[in-house]
């Protein structure tokens, strides 16, 4: 007997997801949304109307309202699927899907007169709940056709949106076809198992619970279209927008120019961390302005200033998302200059005063490497050559657009931070070391420890530099040289992106210099072999991406380990 004021709740629920949906800041739903939130509510509310029937008409009408209801919210789920997918229908083929409808609603409107829809109707009781008894006519496959080729239709326009990278995040689209997977298997469990009642308004009442959540996620994406559309004519402004949990959300073509790189960034997606500049920038003053601070900043790229500020975006009383603002401060320069200037006379002195300590802790840190080195039988002037790669290789990578979210402070902390790879071997066993012959499996573990270890000599060895990104960088550099893009490195086994930027550089570095420079326990191979080598193990130790990037480099590098380049 309970179960039919379960199918009373479940009415009365749709109800109240419509004043939900408006109750909690999304007052510009569309004519869509609400005309099939309202379709639910009656199709729900006409089955609890036939569960408390006790007449045939009373049963009949409940079913044809129902499955009028039904039908409708079918037609309007498609249109609303298709709108969060970006995927424009033709008025044409809306107006050929609202007629198809409207033929199936005509023959359950007449299923007492005739019998093409229903064969034969009756009614019953299953655990307390009227139902109608019935058998299906011929022209009963129309239905069939609407409901499993729309959730056909949902699924596919869902992964097409994301293989279009349309303004749909991969969670939407996951969510849109979990929901008609279930729906559709709900509509097939009754079917299969001869159950005489239906358990689609349960999933109905579940399927609205997931479109007003999709709903809130997509209004984000709106609101930022709304943002852009505002200010899309106006010259000379940006705006980066995301959500309350620091997931981006859009941005503008003039914040494209300052930050080509939020280009590869996806939607709905947290930066990711192996993007520098992003993270050093964008996400640091967003995390400022979270902390409190309401002070404004300044951006500069390809000889473009901007003065950027932060606001909090809201839906009535609740924090929504974060909207970042760059104002075209290019022509102003010279003013903005002026206060740089300012500042760099204030100080001059101390600034001489550290560039000479800076001067001292590099020669300092450089002979540091080479006492290292001077210990190590095997390498051979092995840190100079590195280091005069690194810078090569740099200098080519800046060129890569693919490249272009890096700063140039970056690559110079890459291209100093070289020099320290090898730090760790300070602690590593003069017998192992200074080993004269190949290493067998007890000495190749020893001498693995000299990543770890020298990750934390140069920690320590920079404790007091107050430049925290070179720290990170030589840190990086020591720790990570010698994963593998495809995890079989050490120590970590990191793999592909997960290894840091600066890492991957020096690996190809690192190794180039072993396979072209005579060895204890080997000649040295010619540059077509050492390339051949590179390039065969591409996407596999190395970076296929700056892999060849680095073949690129074969002209200077040759002119460097030429005779009078460097000698030994």
């Known amino acids: 007997m309970l179960l039919k004021w379960f199918y009373l709740a479940v009415a009365i629920l749709p109800i109240l997801g419509i004043a939900y949906h408006y109750e909690t800041g999304m007052p510009k739903a569309s004519q869509k949304q609400v005309f099939l939130f309202s379709s ?27 499955n009028f209801g039904s039908i409708i919210a079918n037609f309007f789920m498609i249109m609303v699927v298709s709108e969060l997918c970006g995927i424009k229908v033709n ?28 064969s034969e109707i009756g009614y019953g009781l299953y655990h307390g709940v009227t139902y109608m008894a019935k058998k299906y006519g011929p022209l009963h496959i129309l239905l069939l056709i609407l409901v499993f080729g729309s959730n056909l239709y949902f699924v596919a326009a869902a992964m097409f949106a994301v293989y279009k990278n349309y303004k749909i995040s991969v969670r939407t689209a996951i969510l849109i076809i979990i929901m008609f997977t279930i729906t559709t298997i709900s509509y097939a469990f009754t079917r299969i198992l001869h159950i005489p009642i239906d358990i689609l308004p349960f999933t109905n009442v579940i399927n609205m619970g997931l479109l007003i959540y999709i709903f809130r996620r997509s209004n984000m994406y709106d609101m930022t279209a709304n943002v852009l559309n505002i200010y899309e004519k106006k010259s000379g402004y940006g705006c980066i927008s995301f959500d309350k949990n620091k997931r981006y959300m859009g941005c503008n073509d003039f ?56 606001q909090t975006i809201t839906a009535g009383k609740r924090n929504i998302g974060y909207l970042i603002e760059l104002h075209d401060a ?46 190590d039988n095997s390498t051979g002037n092995h840190i100079r050559r590195t280091s005069e790669e690194v810078k090569i290789f740099v200098k080519k990578i800046r060129a890569h ?35 004269p012959g190949i290493f067998d499996d007890a000495d190749y573990e020893q001498m693995k420890k000299h990543c770890k270890e020298g990750a934390k000599i140069v920690a320590e060895v920079l404790k007091d530099v107050e430049d925290e990104e070179f720290k990170t960088t030589a840190i990086n550099i020591a720790h990570y040289h010698h994963e593998r893009w495809d995890g079989t490195g050490y120590p970590s086994q990191l793999k592909e992106k997960e290894i840091p930027v600066e890492a991957r550089i020096m690996a190809l570095a690192d190794v180039f210099d072993a396979l072209v420079s005579k060895r204890c326990y080997k000649e040295a191979y010619s540059f077509d072999e050492a390339f051949k080598i590179i390039e065969e193990n591409l996407g596999t130790h190395f970076d296929p991406v700056l892999g060849r990037i680095f073949m690129e480099c074969r002209p200077e590098l040759e002119t460097l380990y030429s005779v009078n380049a460097l000698a030994e």
């Open 255 to 310: 914040a494209l120019k300052l930050y080509p790189s939020l280009k590869t960034v996806a939607i709905d997606s947290i930066i990711p961390k192996s993007d520098h500049r992003l993270n050093n920038e964008i996400v640091s003053w967003l995390n400022k302005w979270i902390n409190g601070s309401t002070s404004e900043f300044i951006a500069e790229y390809d000889g473009i200033t901007a003065i950027c500020s932060m």
């Open 40 to 66: 639910i509510a009656i199709a729900n509310y006409s089955y609890a109307m036939g569960c408390f029937a006790n007449t045939m008409e009373g049963v009949i009408i409940a079913n044809q309202l129902y």
């Open 91 to 118: 008025r044409w083929v809306q107006r050929l899907i609202f007629a198809y409808c409207v033929v199936i609603i005509f023959f359950v409107s007449t299923c007492n007169n005739f019998t093409l829809y229903y």
């Open 401 to 435: 657009e693919e490249f272009a979210g890096y700063s140039e402070s970056f690559y110079s902390n890459v291209a100093k931070a070289a020099t320290l790879h090898d730090l760790g071997k300070i602690a590593v066993d003069d017998k192992v070391l200074r080993k």
């Open 330 to 375: 290019t022509n102003q320069k010279k003013y903005i200059n002026l206060l740089k200037n300012y500042s760099k006379e204030l100080e001059g002195q101390v600034e001489h005063k550290n560039e000479k300590l800076l001067e001292m802790q590099d020669s300092i840190i450089t002979g540091i490497a080479s006492l290292v080195e001077s210990r």
